[in-house]
C-alpha cells in the first residue's frame, strides 16, 4: 500500500464505556493505584494504524460506599500514541470529585517521521486537503516543495469526561479542547492532523466530544451503544477561512473476555465502532460517498500494578 497509507490516524477511541476511567465494578477504589491501559487500532475512511497506551498513579481523595461517588481520585502518568508515521509523548494528569465525573489534561510532544505521506502543511484553511490530493502530495519526490516531511511540535488537551448510568443504560459525554504549535514549513499556516481527520491551525485550537448513549451486559462485559462525534477547529486571521467542522453518527460493540477488579491483566477484548460522516468537506459525498463509514477495530486491555488491600 505504500505512501497511500497517508491516512494514519493516531486516535480512535476505545468503545468500552469504563476504559478510560478504569472503574471498579465491584468495590471502590484502594487509596493508591498504579494502573495501566494498551489499545491497539485499526480504522478505514480514514484509514490509521495505532498504539494508544498510558500507564499511571491515582490517590483516592475520600473513602464512600456510594457508586456514584466512590470512584474518585487524583493522579497522572505517562502517556504513548505510535504509528508508523509519527509519535506523540507526553503526560498527563486527572481528577475524578466522583464517579460521574473525570477533568484530565495533557501535554505531548509530538514528532513526524516524514513516512507514509505526513505531515502536510497547507497555506490557508480553505486548502485543498482532500483524499486525493494528500495522496498525491504523498507520492511526490523528497525535493517537491509540497512533499510530505519530517516536522516535531507541541500540543496541549483539557478534558472532561461525565457519565451517568441506570441499570444496563448509559450515557457518556467526552469533551475535549486542544492546542496545536508545529513547525510548519515556510509560508504554511494549517496542517492536516490526523488525530482528528481535521485541517488544523498551527497555534490554533480545536473542540470535540464524543457521546455516547449504550446498553451494558452480560456482567458488563458486553457493550452495546451509538456514538456521535463532532469535531471543529478555530481559525485566527493568519489561517484564513475554511469550514473545515466534521460530524459522524453510527453503533459501537465492544466485547470484554473476562473482567477482575484489580488483576494487573483486566478486560481484554475487542471492539467494533462503524460511524457514517454527517458533515465533512470531503468524506459526505464531495469525493468519497457518504455512504462508505468510518469503520475501527481493535483489541484493548488494562490492569492494576499494585495488589488490592
Known sequence: MGKRLVWIALLLLCCSSD???????????????????????????????????????RRRLYASESTATRDNYIGGGLQL??????TRVGAYVEVAPASFLTLWGAALFD???????????????????SPDEISRRADLPDNDPLAPYSTTGFEA????????????????????????????????????DQFYDLLIGDQGWTVTNDLDVAWIGMNNRLVLGLRYTASAPFYSDEHGDGDNNSQRLGPLISYSFKIKDGAAFNAPGVFLLVQWWLDHRYRTGAEVSQ???????GFQFYGDLLAFD
Open 19 to 57: 476504559l478510560s476511567a478504569q472503574t471498579l465494578f465491584d468495590r471502590g477504589p484502594p487509596e493508591n493505584r498504579i494502573i495501566h491501559r494498551s489499545l491497539f487500532a485499526l480504522r478505514v475512511n480514514p484509514l490509521g494504524l495505532i498504539y494508544d497506551g498510558r500507564i499511571g498513579y
Open 291 to 297: 455512504a462508505l463509514p468510518l469503520i475501527g477495530v
Open 157 to 192: 488537551t483539557l478534558g472532561a469526561d461525565l457519565q451517568f448510568r441506570l441499570r444496563s443504560l448509559l450515557v457518556r459525554s467526552r469533551a475535549r479542547v486542544g492546542y496545536f504549535d508545529l513547525d510548519l514549513r515556510a509560508g504554511d499556516h494549517v496542517y492536516y
Open 111 to 129: 514528532a513526524y517521521f516524514g513516512t507514509f505521506g505526513l505531515a502536510q502543511s497547507f497555506p490557508s484553511a480553505s486548502a485543498d486537503f
Open 81 to 86: 500514541n505510535l504509528s508508523p508515521a509519527d
